[in-house]
Each structure stands twice: as structure tokens, then as C-alpha cells.
């Protein structure tokens, strides 16, 4: 591939996707933050995917576990602080505006998609009985609405 080709933005949309990494108008400190919220990220998603599986393998479908059950769920809800804090650490601490509107912008995306989804899964309840699966496909809705408008957004700009 030559140089020319890698400067077009359908070309390289793949390799320099949003990693703090490949945003080169961030600085060291932004970047840093970026790689922390990144990282806290991860841990709470296989955090929160792995708790019900993991009270299913380790105390099974007994009630007699006690307080123990409650671990893992207990690890989730600590991922969770810590990822809050480091997003309002990246948050408060980027220095480009410009990024700042963005992470805003997709927030507010995903948060509506989040209530939309949320409103449409009661609206289906008395329709269609107990949907167990409301929380989390409320929660992926979310997610995945964010780290879209995120990446259009970002894509929007001079940044990808």
C-alpha cells in the first residue's frame, strides 16, 4: 500500500480506530487518562458479563451460599466506581474542547437510546409477559449507540 492510499479515511478507518494511541492531537496527559478509562472499561464489561455466570458456577442454584453469593456482584459494582472515576477524570482533565464535545454528545446518544430502549420494554411488557432480557439489551443499546456516535462523531471531525 502506498503512502496516498493510507491517507484516505475509508483505508485506515480499521487500523486508527478511536485508541487513545492513534488520536494524535491529544496530549501525553489525555492520552494517559484515555488508556486508564480504557483499561477500567474493559475490566468492568468482563466484570458485569461474567457475575451471573460466575454465582451460577461457583455456589449454583443454591440460597445457602449467605453473604458469599454476593461477591461477584460485589466485584461488578467496584469495577463500576472505578470506571466512573475514570471517565470523570479523562472528562475533566482532556484539554481539546473539541474531544470533549464529542464525549458529551455521544453520552447523551447513548443515554437516550438507553431510555428509549428501556420505555419500549415496558411499553412490551403487559404485551408479551416478563422480558428478562430488558436490562441488558437496555444496557448493550446503550453501548453500542455510544461507541457508535463516538466513532461517527469522531469521524466527523479531524480526528480519524
Not at 485506515?12 to 487518562?33: F, H, K, M, V
Not at 460466575?54 to 451460599?65: K, M
Not at 409477559?129 to 437496555?138: E, F, H, K, Q, Y
Request: with cysteine; glycine share 6%.
Amino acid at each position: 500500500m502506498t503512502e496516498t492510499q493510507g491517507d484516505n479515511k475509508s483505508d485506515r478507518w480499521w487500523r486508527y480506530g478511536i485508541a487513545p494511541e492513534c488520536l494524535q492531537e491529544l496530549s501525553e496527559s489525555d492520552r494517559r487518562n484515555a488508556k486508564s478509562l480504557n483499561h477500567w472499561f474493559l475490566l468492568w464489561v468482563l466484570a458485569f458479563c461474567t457475575a451471573a455466570p460466575a454465582h451460577v458456577i461457583l455456589f449454583g442454584d443454591s440460597d445457602t451460599a449467605g453473604s458469599w453469593r454476593l461477591l461477584p456482584a460485589i466485584i461488578a459494582a467496584a469495577t463500576t466506581v472505578f470506571l466512573v472515576r475514570a471517565y470523570v477524570r479523562f472528562y475533566i482533565a482532556t484539554k481539546d474542547e473539541l474531544l470533549r464535545k464529542v464525549h458529551y454528545e455521544s453520552l447523551a446518544i447513548g443515554f437516550g437510546a438507553a431510555f428509549f430502549l428501556g420505555v419500549g420494554f415496558a411499553v412490551l411488557k403487559p404485551i408479551t409477559g416478563s422480558l428478562d432480557i430488558a436490562a441488558p439489551m437496555t444496557l448493550v443499546g446503550m453501548l453500542l449507540s455510544y461507541f457508535v456516535s463516538y466513532y461517527l462523531l469522531l469521524n466527523k471531525t479531524s480526528y480519524v
